[in-house]
């Protein structure tokens, strides 16, 4: 029905910038909220940042002030533009996204395949 794709993960030195970004596809009726999520090895899978369909954004206290969540709705895409990054933010990064759909308008999660971020110098 949805499917999501990540792109822009890679390698970056401590303190750089990279930015990766989801985009959905596929009956997508109406938007409720996009998140990313990581897991580093031997870790949780934990909430980075979310942004709803009204613009509200929440972020991980380790994250406050270095990463930005936005969205394009017409386009169905979350970006998580990262900055000041740091070795611990090495994971896989995942976006989530909630959506209803055109067979069914109750919320749904959807999830993208990941996408590598390795900080290192």
């Known amino acids: 029905q949805v499917q999501l794709a990540e792109s822009g993960g890679g390698l970056v030195q401590p303190g750089g910038s990279l930015k990766i970004t989801c985009a959905a596809s596929?009956?997508?009726?109406?938007?409720?909220?996009m998140a990313w999520y990581r897991q580093a090895p031997g870790k949780e899978r934990e909430l980075v940042a979310l942004i709803t369909n009204t613009g509200s954004t929440k972020y991980a206290d380790s994250v406050k002030g270095r990463f930005i969540i936005f969205s394009d709705n017409a386009k169905n895409t979350a970006t998580l533009q990262m900055n000041k990054l740091r070795p611990n933010d090495t994971a896989v990064y995942y976006c989530?996204?909630?959506?209803?759909?055109?067979?069914?308008?109750?919320?749904?999660?959807?999830w993208g395949q990941g996408t590598q971020v390795t900080v290192s110098s």
């Open positions: 596929g009956s997508i009726a109406i938007i409720y909220s």
């Open positions: 989530k996204h909630v959506y209803g759909t055109d067979y069914d308008i109750t919320p749904q999660d959807f």
